[in-house]
């Protein structure tokens, strides 16, 4: 008999793989923005000022809408905030010169193949449980540091320190920052992550279009596969599952019959 089973509702299940496909979405972003700056295509000023834009815009959500319960503290906060962020952006431009040239005595093929190897390691180990609102939850130090390291990677491609800077600022923004944005604009409202996700995946789609078409293929084959059927497939394969065990089963211990076995062979 079966008991404590949890029935799997499928479009439940569809809604919340969003949460996967969003951050795959993520990482194909910005492999295409990477892209974009190495073709000349994008100006890395614009990259800075939109990061810089879309972060503050961010920011000014959070402190209206999400943490209201800490009103009174709110200037002090601030302020902390805004010296924190010039600082750590002043110390990364600062140190672009250095990252430019950190992996100038590497192959690119050895720089390409680090670098995928980080964004598996960076969807593999990143965190989509949900959280509540109250609780503020950075997303996995071994996710984000992964996503970092290829940004790292990435950057000491370029050969102008300002195109480092802006990749690896946007790196921090959208690695490090946006998916405490968007967990809490999800938690905030379920249709934000309809949303979210069915944006991403046409940016993703808009941006790589003109990169290489084969990818924008495998990227929508696998978006449906996540979302569509790999929610089948655990409802399917749950019917197999006939009996659970748990710390509180009872004990079945087979050391007679082991033990006959052994006098049987003994006297053999």
């Not at 972003?29 to 073709?39: G, H, N, P, S």
């Not at 430019?100 to 965190?127: E, G, M, R, Y």
């Not at 078409?213 to 497939?233: N, R």
Request: glycine share 4%; charged share 15%; net charge positive.
């Amino acid at each position: 008999m079966v008991f404590n089973v949890r029935t799997y509702d499928y479009w439940k299940m569809v809604y919340e793989s969003g949460v996967i496909t969003q951050h795959i979405s993520s990482v194909v972003i910005f492999i295409a923005v990477f892209i974009y700056l190495q073709m000349g295509a994008l100006v890395a000023n614009h990259l800075i000022w939109t990061g810089s834009f879309m972060t503050g815009v961010g920011y000014v959500i959070w402190d209206l809408v999400m943490i209201q319960q800490t009103a009174p503290h709110r200037g002090f906060e601030r302020k902390r905030v805004a010296k924190s962020a010039v600082f750590f952006f002043a110390t990364l431009l600062g140190l672009s010169p250095i990252l430019k040239t950190l992996t100038s005595q590497t192959s690119d093929d050895t720089i390409w193949a680090l670098t995928v190897c980080c964004f598996l390691a960076n969807v593999l180990f990143h965190d989509y449980g949900s959280q509540s609102r109250a609780r503020v939850k950075i997303p996995g130090s071994l996710s984000t540091n992964a996503a970092i390291f290829a940004s790292v990677l990435l950057a000491s491609r370029f050969d102008t320190n300002l195109d480092v800077f802006s990749l690896l600022s946007f790196a921090v923004e959208w690695f490090a920052l946006f998916p405490i944005f968007r967990r809490y604009l999800q938690d905030m409202n379920p249709k934000v992550q309809i949303m979210l996700t069915i944006l991403m995946l046409l940016t993703s789609v808009a941006m790589f279009i003109r990169i290489s078409k084969a990818v924008v293929f495998l990227y929508i084959l696998s978006f449906c596969f996540i979302t569509f059927i790999c929610p089948w497939w655990l409802i399917f394969i749950q019917k197999y599952k006939n009996e659970i065990h748990g710390p509180w089963d009872e004990a079945r211990p087979r050391l007679q019959r082991s033990r006959k076995n052994v006098y049987r062979k003994r006297s053999s």
